[in-house]
Structure formats: structure tokens, C-alpha cells
């Protein structure tokens, strides 16, 4: 006579298929995000070279080439977050209405299956003073001499627009999609126009959407990398905080130093997002989004 089956044991000891399914969930949580966390808090507060517990960030505040790089990547990260937003909203308005909005978005998402590297790689031969850019404005006579777009602000600023763009426009396009057709034929059936559907109807129902995308598109932006090193000045006004955290681990060897300016970065990224949600109260309020379904 066979015992009594997995599940039945599992019903008398109090577990069932859901706790099952759970616990693994909270041990890849814990082994991937809590740890690591926790294990960088403690090695910021214990310095290399001794002393007291916040020397390591005592040492980043009291030097400007340090926490300069704050402003440095903010600099970079909110023009772009913001932008790719302006773009994204009205790019997804038209999308919506489309046939082939399968294939439009596989387009538009490209730039994420190349990858930073890869793209960071082609806008220095794009831009570059021998790209093909430069080259055909210098054929065409527009200009006397190549402009340099590459090794400075606005080469790292193309970079992380073409990279960041497609994350928030497949967001944006989401939530606009997901608005009942419906909200917008009433409105229209009442006498509102084009523009004030957009602004009495659509934005309200869209902001709470529009600050989370913005806040993931803004994380995404402030921890720029590849493309502040290869497209643009890593000891000058592109020297972003995610360098100074790499040269302070790798080649200071100071990882304690590298990962209190790594909680630092998140620390400022965590303002942002707290100050974006938290705002985003005061567009819409109701007990519904007006979603489909």
C-alpha cells in the first residue's frame, strides 16, 4: 500500500502549492538583491585604510573631482529621460493607430538588441571627424571643417537618446494601448477636440504611467557607462559617477571607496524616483485608470 502522496505531506506540515512556489521566489531575492546589498553597505563602512565608518564618504564630499560627477551624470541623465519622453508619447500616439505596428515597433526597439557597445561603437564611425556624417556635410560645402560629436557631451547624450528611446517608447506605447477606446469616442461624442482630449483625458489617465516609465528610463540613463568612456571625455565633463566608482574599485583598489560611491549613485537615483512618484498624485486622482477590461 502505497504512502501517502507529496502534496498530502506537504497539506499536514502546513504547506501548500503557493507557499512552494513563493519560497524559491524569496531565496533568489535574497541570494540575488538582498545580500549583495547589504554585503555593500558594510563594506562602505569599513575604509580601507581604517578609521571611522564614514571616511569613505567623507573622502567622496570633500573632494570636488568626486562629487562633481553627480551633477555630471544628472547633466546627462534628466535631458535624456526627458526627451525620450517627448519623443515617445506622440511616436506611440501615432503607432497605436497603425496596420503594422508589429513591424514599426521591431524597428524602433532595434537599438536594444545591439547593445550600448555595439551602438556607441557605430556613432564613432557615424560621427567621428572622419564619419560619414562630417564627410558629407564637408562634400555638400555646409561645413569648412568637421564638428566634433564625439569625445564630449554630445556624443555620450546621441548615445544614451538612440539606446534609452526604445525602452520608454514600448512603455509608453503600452499604457497608451491599454486606455479604453471608449473614454476617448465619449469625449469626442461631447464635443472635445483632438487637444483637449489629450490634455482632459488622455494625460490624466497617462501620468501615472509617464513616472514610471520616466523614473526606470531615468535609473537606466544615470548609470551610463560604456558610452561615457567610449564616446565621451572620462576625465572631463563626462567623468559620471559610475567611472568614478570603477576607478576607485579597479584601479584604486579601494573597493570599499568603490562601493560607497555606488550607494552614493544609488542613493541620488532613489531621490529622484521618490520626488517623480510622489508627484505624480497631483494629475490624477480616482479609483480606476480607465484601462480595458
Given at each position: 500500500?502505497s504512502g501517502?502522496s507529496?502534496?498530502?505531506r506537504?497539506?499536514?506540515?502546513?504547506?501548500?502549492?503557493?507557499t512552494?512556489?513563493?519560497?524559491p521566489?524569496?531565496i533568489f531575492m535574497?541570494?540575488?538583491?538582498?545580500?549583495?546589498?547589504f554585503?555593500g553597505v558594510?563594506?562602505?563602512?569599513?575604509p580601507?585604510?581604517?578609521?571611522?565608518?564614514?571616511?569613505?564618504y567623507?573622502?567622496f564630499?570633500?573632494?570636488?573631482?568626486q562629487?562633481?560627477?553627480?551633477?555630471?551624470?544628472m547633466?546627462?541623465?534628466?535631458?535624456v529621460?526627458?526627451?525620450?519622453?517627448?519623443?515617445?508619447?506622440?511616436?506611440?500616439f501615432r503607432?497605436?493607430?497603425?496596420?503594422?505596428?508589429?513591424?514599426l515597433t521591431?524597428i524602433?526597439?532595434l537599438?536594444?538588441?545591439l547593445?550600448?557597445?555595439?551602438?556607441?561603437?557605430g556613432?564613432?564611425?557615424?560621427?567621428g571627424?572622419?564619419?560619414?556624417f562630417?564627410?558629407?556635410?564637408?562634400?555638400i560645402?555646409?561645413?569648412d571643417?568637421?564638428?566634433?560629436?564625439?569625445?564630449n557631451?554630445?556624443?555620450v547624450?546621441?548615445?544614451?537618446?538612440?539606446t534609452?528611446?526604445?525602452?520608454a517608447?514600448?512603455?509608453?506605447?503600452?499604457y497608451i494601448t491599454?486606455?479604453?477606446?471608449a473614454?476617448?469616442?465619449?469625449?469626442?461624442?461631447?464635443?472635445?477636440?483632438?487637444r483637449?482630449?489629450?490634455?482632459?483625458?488622455?494625460?490624466?489617465?497617462l501620468?501615472?504611467?509617464?513616472?514610471?516609465?520616466f523614473?526606470?528610463?531615468f535609473?537606466?540613463?544615470?548609470?551610463?557607462f560604456?558610452s561615457?568612456?567610449l564616446?565621451?571625455?572620462?576625465?572631463?565633463?563626462?567623468?559620471?559617477?559610475?567611472?568614478a566608482a570603477y576607478q576607485?574599485?579597479?584601479?584604486?583598489?579601494?573597493?570599499?571607496?568603490?562601493?560607497?560611491i555606488?550607494?552614493?549613485?544609488?542613493?541620488?537615483?532613489?531621490?529622484v524616483?521618490?520626488a517623480?512618484?510622489?508627484?505624480?498624485?497631483?494629475?490624477?486622482?480616482?479609483?480606476?485608470?480607465?484601462?480595458k477590461?
Amino acid at each position: 500500500m502505497s504512502g501517502p502522496s507529496l502534496r498530502t505531506r506537504l497539506a499536514v506540515r502546513g504547506l501548500d502549492g503557493t507557499t512552494m512556489l513563493v519560497l524559491p521566489g524569496l531565496i533568489f531575492m535574497l541570494a540575488l538583491f538582498v545580500y549583495p546589498f547589504f554585503y555593500g553597505v558594510v563594506d562602505s563602512l569599513t575604509p580601507k585604510d581604517g578609521g571611522a565608518w564614514y571616511a569613505n564618504y567623507a573622502k567622496f564630499f570633500s573632494d570636488p573631482f568626486q562629487y562633481n560627477t553627480i551633477g555630471a551624470t544628472m547633466w546627462l541623465a534628466l535631458p535624456v529621460t526627458i526627451l525620450n519622453l517627448a519623443l515617445a508619447v506622440p511616436i506611440a500616439f501615432r503607432v497605436r493607430l497603425m496596420r503594422r505596428q508589429r513591424l514599426l515597433t521591431t524597428i524602433l526597439v532595434l537599438p536594444i538588441t545591439l547593445g550600448t557597445v555595439f551602438v556607441a561603437d557605430g556613432l564613432l564611425t557615424f560621427l567621428g571627424p572622419r564619419g560619414w556624417f562630417n564627410q558629407t556635410l564637408l562634400l555638400i560645402g555646409i561645413l569648412d571643417a568637421p564638428v566634433k560629436l564625439t569625445n564630449n557631451y554630445w556624443g555620450v547624450f546621441a548615445s544614451l537618446l538612440i539606446t534609452g528611446f526604445p525602452f520608454a517608447f514600448l512603455l509608453t506605447l503600452s499604457y497608451i494601448t491599454g486606455i479604453d477606446p471608449a473614454i476617448e469616442q465619449a469625449a469626442a461624442t461631447l464635443g472635445a477636440g483632438p487637444r483637449k482630449r489629450f490634455f482632459r483625458v488622455f494625460l490624466p489617465l497617462l501620468v501615472p504611467g509617464l513616472a514610471v516609465t520616466f523614473c526606470l528610463a531615468f535609473v537606466q540613463a544615470f548609470a551610463v557607462f560604456p558610452s561615457a568612456v567610449l564616446l565621451g571625455a572620462p576625465a572631463g565633463p563626462t567623468r559620471v559617477i559610475s567611472i568614478a566608482a570603477y576607478q576607485a574599485a579597479f584601479e584604486q583598489y579601494d573597493h570599499s571607496l568603490g562601493s560607497a560611491i555606488a550607494l552614493i549613485m544609488g542613493a541620488v537615483e532613489l531621490v529622484v524616483v521618490v520626488a517623480v512618484l510622489a508627484c505624480r498624485s497631483f494629475f490624477y486622482r480616482g479609483p480606476a485608470g480607465g484601462t480595458k477590461g
